[in-house]
């Protein structure tokens, strides 16, 4: 996903997990106006990687994915989301 467009493979194009994960990045990319989006996630992907030693475990410990992660399988979960929800999650 980069903002404001979802690129998917043939394959995975029918997955509404997978989709519902990546349209919760847009809504965090627009909350954050894009380059706040950029900068928290590659924010939390080093502070992960100095607390993990684990470039996977910091990717999963990335506020934003951690959210997307735990909200996909809710397809009705962008209707209710609060604005910023994303900052209930820390690295």
């Given at each position: ?22 349209s ?23 502070v ?44």
């Open positions: 996903t980069i903002w404001p467009f979802i690129f998917l493979a043939k394959g995975v194009r029918g997955d509404p997990e997978l989709v519902n994960h990546e919760i990045h847009i809504r965090q990319y627009g909350e954050t106006l894009v380059l706040g989006f950029l900068l928290v996630y590659l924010w939390d992907w080093l992960g990687m100095l607390l993990y030693r684990d470039a996977r475990k910091a990717y999963r410990r990335i506020r934003f994915e951690q959210e997307a992660y735990e909200h996909s399988a809710e397809q009705g979960y962008l209707g209710r989301r609060r604005t910023w929800a994303w900052l209930g999650y820390h690295v």
